[in-house]
């Protein structure tokens, strides 16, 4: 189902604790990406990385961090800082970050993180 | 700004009518439109996408449009079939750096 996991499918947190997300994937990809997705909102990207220990941050990423110590995995650490984090969390990989490519996004199966 | 606006949000349409989801972009060096279709409790997948030294692509009931001029990309289905209800995400490419950027879905109802 295209080479990238995340885990946990279900994650429950209390409020004001830190939780970790975890994604990873055997698909060689130096590109790797964190979405949020509530309803209607379509998808938001939070972080987004292009190649090992560098990333960038998208537009919501107020609450969250990210690293990128090895190519093949991006975990996605949200914060007591995060005012609203119930959501529907997708990790996804692309080759690399270019317009010169067919550059096709492999999506995780997702991450539901409800706060208690 | 980077920007992609996608239009309807909710679509239902009857079983074997056409469904047309339209998006549009602001970065006029996108030259690359892909679609992604998520079923319900699924991850988004790669749908059909479009480059833009071509104008139009075609795949059985699917075809893609794209007017640069315009900056606009559509998505077309024809002879609607129930397994063609999910939610639709266009993207393209935006800013200085190529990242995607997705439009905000189209929910597509097909009704029996």
């Known amino acids: 189902d295209g080479g990238i996991t995340q885990s946990p499918k279900y994650l429950f947190r209390k409020e004001g604790q830190n939780v970790t997300l975890s994604c990873e994937q055997n698909?060689?990809?130096?590109?790797m990406y964190w979405y949020r997705q509530d309803p209607g909102q379509g998808l938001r990207l939070i972080y987004y990385?292009?190649?090992?220990?560098?990333?960038q941050k998208g537009d919501i990423a107020e609450g969250y961090s990210v690293s990128r110590e090895k190519k093949e995995s991006f975990p996605l650490t949200v914060t007591s800082a995060q005012k609203n984090p119930t959501a529907f969390y997708l990790c996804?990989?692309?080759?690399?970050?270019?317009?010169?490519?067919?550059?096709?996004?492999?999506f995780g199966p997702g991450t539901r993180l409800t706060v208690l | 700004g980077e920007n992609v606006e996608q239009h309807p949000s909710t679509l239902s349409v009857q079983e074997g009518d056409s469904a047309v989801i339209k998006c549009t972009y602001s970065?006029?060096?996108?030259?690359?439109f892909p679609w992604y279709k998520q079923e319900l409790g699924k991850r988004p997948q790669i749908f059909i996408d479009?480059?833009?030294?071509?104008g139009e692509k075609k795949d059985q009931r699917i075809a893609v449009t794209l007017n640069k001029t315009a900056k606009h990309f559509s998505l077309h289905i024809t002879e609607t079939q129930p397994e063609d209800s999910a939610v639709y995400f266009c993207?393209?490419?935006?800013?200085?750096?190529?990242?995607?950027?997705f439009g905000k879905g189209t929910r597509l109802h097909i009704l029996p």
């Open positions: 479009i480059r833009s030294n071509v």
């Open positions: 990385s292009q190649i090992v220990n560098d990333f």
């Open positions: 993207a393209a490419p935006q800013g200085r750096d190529d990242k995607i950027i």
């Open positions: 970065d006029s060096a996108s030259n690359y």
């Open positions: 996804a990989s692309s080759i690399e970050i270019s317009r010169e490519i067919e550059n096709e996004q492999f």
């Open positions: 698909l060689n990809h130096d590109a």
